[in-house]
């Protein structure tokens, strides 16, 4: 049978159908898709307490899941299956909510997501074309996704976090293709690898788990690196370009795809001169900081919405004029909320004078949340954020190294100017998704304290990573821009 989800695979890449079910080792599944999965199950679990009197359809158990849930439908009554396990024309699907009231039913797929996407409709559209065919009276059906304006009172207390879209209407054309898509990915499946190249679709939805194997035997600088490429690496493509060290020099027009080309045709550094004479011409102390947040999609403190970014950890770099640095930070994995001990501490460490250097606009978006958080902070966090100097642009305009592969994020800059200080020498925790999972780990109640005690050295040591190589980064800019 072809599931929902190998069906919904199959619309994303036909290839990924075909090694999802015939080389499922060839996976890898990162923390991100794996923190995403958990996110589901928990915002699954609240959306079940706001069904009062529901029964799990043996959650397990496929062939009980079946029996079950036919033995509960051929009952007459109102019922509120959950897990609700149907089979039809050679589709199987588990509805998340399948309630019947005055004998029509109707459907709940619950999303993580705060609004509807336009791939949840063939998500619903197969389930509503396998529950008429298995002759449910389905009346309505609805995308149950979480309302980002909710505010969590404590206790326990969601009702509200969930809203209800109805796309009974909007799903309709895509009931009309699921025979098409099942007789399609049948044939997939009994067939031969299908040929399909690397593109878009790799992470459009989701992140596909096989691209590590698709990418083997790409070209060393594939004509995707260029940064925001769009219709450009399309294009490309279609002109049967697949190297960017092959494109001709007049397909690319931007500017900045040009400095990419050339930087990897001749395979040395792109320097443009002048911004290191800015960032040489600011005082000391200078102060380099680093935030780590965590979103969730089911609040667990009063006062907080729905993915709003919650601050738990900072690292600053204090470099005085002599060229010694200090390390300094904080991380709280107590569990209770850290947003204002985080402010307040970082006040504490930032003095009144000198810059404060970031890499990103994160930061000073954070701190704005901080003024609206805790207005009586709010002077002092403000006159941090006028000290702010965001040393991206800087790099953006003045750098660019091919080993960056069309990227500017601190992690690609680094090792081509500090190798020393690459990412992969760290232990767990080596970008921000992974530190954000490891932190949500380390507060769980059931964590033991040796596993904290180990999350809580690789947290500390990520986060002051990512301030000295903004030393670093700086330092570079002077000496070489």
Not at 367 to 386: H, K, T, W, Y
Request: aromatic share 8%; hydrophobic share 40%.
């Amino acid at each position: 049978m072809l599931s929902k989800s190998r069906i919904l695979n199959g619309l994303q890449c036909p290839k990924r159908l075909y090694l999802q079910v015939h080389r499922p080792d060839l996976a890898e599944v990162d923390a991100a898709t794996e923190h995403r999965f958990q996110v589901g199950h928990e915002v699954g679990d609240v959306a079940r307490t706001l069904q009062p009197g529901g029964k799990l359809m043996a959650d397990d158990d496929l062939n009980a899941a079946l029996a079950a849930t036919e033995r509960e439908l051929a009952m007459p009554g109102d019922k509120v299956l959950f897990e609700a396990a149907v089979a039809h024309g050679g589709v199987l699907i588990r509805a998340d909510i399948l309630s019947r009231r005055a004998g029509d039913a109707e459907l709940r797929e619950v999303k993580s997501s705060t609004s509807v996407k336009d791939y949840h409709q063939p998500d619903v559209a197969v389930q509503v074309w396998t529950l008429r065919g298995a002759g449910v009276r389905l009346s309505r059906s609805f995308v149950t996704h979480i309302d980002n304006a909710f505010v969590y009172q404590g206790e326990g207390q969601y009702g509200g976090l969930l809203r209800d879209t109805d796309v009974s209407v909007a799903v309709g054309p895509d009931v009309g293709k699921v025979p098409g898509w099942v007789e399609q990915f049948s044939r997939v499946l009994d067939g031969a690898m299908p040929a399909v190249e690397m593109g878009a679709h790799c992470t459009d939805p989701f992140e596909c788990p096989f691209q590590g194997h698709c990418s083997a035997g790409r070209p060393a600088f594939p004509v995707e690196i260029l940064p925001r490429g769009g219709k450009t690496v399309v294009a490309l493509r279609e002109a049967g370009h697949r190297d960017l060290r092959e494109v001709p020099e007049g397909m690319l027009k931007s500017a900045n795809h040009l400095r990419v080309w050339r930087a990897t045709i001749s395979g040395q550094a792109d320097i443009v001169r002048g911004a290191g004479a800015e960032v040489a011409a600011l005082p000391y102390p200078r102060y380099y900081v680093d935030f780590e947040t965590a979103q969730m999609a089911v609040p667990i403190w009063a006062g907080t919405r729905p993915y709003e970014q919650l601050p738990f950890q900072w690292s600053c770099h204090l470099e005085k004029s002599d060229g010694s640095l200090e390390q300094r930070g904080f991380l709280d994995l107590s569990g209770r909320p850290p947003m204002r001990t985080f402010a307040e501490s970082l006040i504490g460490c930032l003095g009144t004078s000198g810059p404060v250097f970031s890499y990103s606009s994160f930061e000073r978006t954070i701190l704005a949340q901080s003024v609206v958080r805790f207005p009586d902070l709010a002077e002092s966090i403000g006159r941090i954020m006028n000290r702010i100097v965001d040393l991206r642009p800087l790099a953006e305009r003045s750098y660019y190294h091919p080993q960056m592969m069309g990227s500017w994020s601190i992690k690609s800059v680094i090792p081509t100017i500090a190798p020393e200080l690459d990412y992969a020498a760290l232990g767990e925790v080596q970008e921000g998704g992974q530190a954000q999972v490891a932190y949500l780990e380390a507060i769980h109640p059931n964590t033991l304290p040796e596993r904290r005690q180990s999350i809580e050295r690789d947290l500390t040591a990520y986060c002051a990573r990512d301030t000295l190589a903004m030393v670093r980064l700086a330092r570079f800019l002077m000496e070489q821009c």
